[in-house]
């Protein structure tokens, strides 16, 4: 938008901001994972994550009504319905000005919110999804089973078109010029509605969970949510771990993980100093030049995983159940197969660890353009109304200190990576057989360690 702030510097704190080094926190940090790696091969020998999601104390039952009663999904849908709307009269009536809340609520109210409301409550992007709405209502018009269409879904289809769909909603964030103007937004979305409408229409509404990035991203976090539903669909109390663990391998898991991961160090990075100079002394435009850093720096976090998981499966022997190849090291056509899918049965340690970052990178965001935002949508059109009373809102602060977002910034990526080595952990005693469990560990104490360091370098950086 013209003369809008830059939505996309979202850190606070800095070098300035620590009480140590960058040396030394590089070095704690790793020593830090290595001292937890060493203590779970000590203490924890069994696995002991509910892989399965059979467990969990369930939640009582006037919860239980109050959630599955179709009254409050009809709510929550028609609260989408209001939400959306009322972001479309900022799209397409508000001035394309940084007055106009809609760059805000795209990027920082639903990206950014959607992470503390998933860690809460589960996957609500699915329940107030106005797209999802919009089909449901088109198909009970038309007399058709909104589960239905006129296709089957290919069965080897996954999570890739919400990789896809995930990495164009990145690059627009990060990269597309003009990414906060009404125009480029407005196109972006007209796209995603298009895509996501025509295929629930041919594929049903598993459309939604395969292919809607903002459904797959709040799902994946809502893995984490200390509230899930178990195996038989009961809604339970469980532990956070558990429900992560749950998360099964599908084709195209890897690749979202990844891109969420790789486009927000790709996003610290675009911050620095160095990356900065780059893009404008390099002759070319900074969307080719953004474009290529985005998918160099998940290729990179892509390339690390995957040669992190093949040396865990070929030093941990992995066969078709955890099971030890033969002696002369031969493993059967079946044991290859595992071994393949390793990569998808560790994906869901990476996603803490993309929380944290998000966490990390985030939280001065939404803190501070949350509350601008807010404001801003009492009048999306400008004209002086104040429909919510929030017109006059001026940011709180007192949670953006620098030394305050410096310290959150630091304890969140290193927590997130302690979960993820906790949970390839649990992971590696199912996949491995137990003599060499700890030792098909090590390639991935060392990814971890990778990572950390990178999140580190780049958080000291920006």
């Known amino acids: 938008m013209n003369g809008a702030p830059e939505l996309l510097a979202h850190g606070v704190g800095g070098r300035q901001d620590l009480p140590i080094t960058l040396a030394q926190l590089v070095v704690a940090a790793t020593l830090t994972l290595v001292v937890t790696f060493v203590a779970l091969g000590a203490l924890w020998r069994e696995p002991r994550l509910d892989r399965d999601a059979s467990g969990g104390r369930q939640v009582p039952d006037w919860l239980a009504r109050l959630v599955d009663a179709p009254a409050f999904r009809g ?133 939604f969970d395969r292919a809607d990035p903002f459904e797959v991203y709040s799902a994946l976090v809502g893995r984490l949510a200390p509230i899930g539903r178990a195996a038989d669909g009961v809604l339970v109390w469980r532990n956070p771990l558990d429900g992560i663990a749950g998360l099964r391998p599908r084709p195209g898991l890897v690749a979202v993980v990844i891109v969420l991961l790789g486009s927000t160090m790709f996003d610290s990075l675009s911050n620095a100093p160095a990356w900065l100079r780059f893009s404008q002394e390099n002759g070319r435009s900074p969307a080719v030049t953004g474009s290529a850093g985005l998918v160099l720096v998940i290729g990179v976090v892509a390339v690390a995983y995957l040669v992190a998981v093949a040396a865990a499966a070929h030093i941990g022997r992995v066969g078709p159940r955890g099971d030890a190849v033969s002696p002369s090291g031969a493993a059967s056509a079946e044991g290859a197969a595992s071994a393949r899918r390793a990569p998808g049965e560790i994906a869901h340690s990476i996603v803490p660890i993309a929380v944290g970052y998000v966490v990390a990178h985030y939280y001065s965001l939404l803190i501070l353009e949350g509350q601008r935002t807010v404001a801003l949508l009492s009048d999306p059109r400008d004209t002086g109304a104040d429909w919510f009373g929030t017109a006059g809102w001026q940011p709180h602060t007192a949670l953006v200190t620098p030394s305050g977002v410096a310290s959150l910034q630091i304890t969140v990526i290193i927590l997130g990576h302690l979960l993820g080595t906790l949970l390839a952990h649990d992971r590696a005693l199912y996949l491995f057989p137990r003599a060499r469990a700890v030792a098909g560990q090590l390639p991935l104490l060392a990814l971890m360690v990778a990572y950390t360091v990178a999140g580190l370098l780049l958080l000291y950086a920006g």
């Open 75 to 207: 709510v929550l849908r028609g609260l989408g319905l209001l939400a959306a709307g009322w972001f479309c009269v900022g799209l397409l009536a508000g001035p394309d000005t940084a007055d106009n809340p809609t760059a805000g609520a795209l990027y920082v109210l639903l990206w950014v919110g959607l992470v503390p409301v998933s860690l809460l409550f589960g996957p609500v992007w699915r329940a107030v999804n106005p797209l999802r709405t919009v089909h449901l209502l088109v198909a009970l018009a038309a007399r058709r089973d909104p589960a239905r269409g006129f296709r089957e879904l290919p069965p080897g289809l996954g999570l890739w078109p919400a990789a896809v769909t995930l990495f164009s909603f990145v690059w627009l964030e990060l990269v597309a010029p003009d990414r906060a103007t009404l125009p480029v937004i407005g196109a972006w979305l007209a796209g995603y509605a298009v895509v996501m409408l025509a295929g629930a229409v041919l594929f049903g509404a598993a459309w």
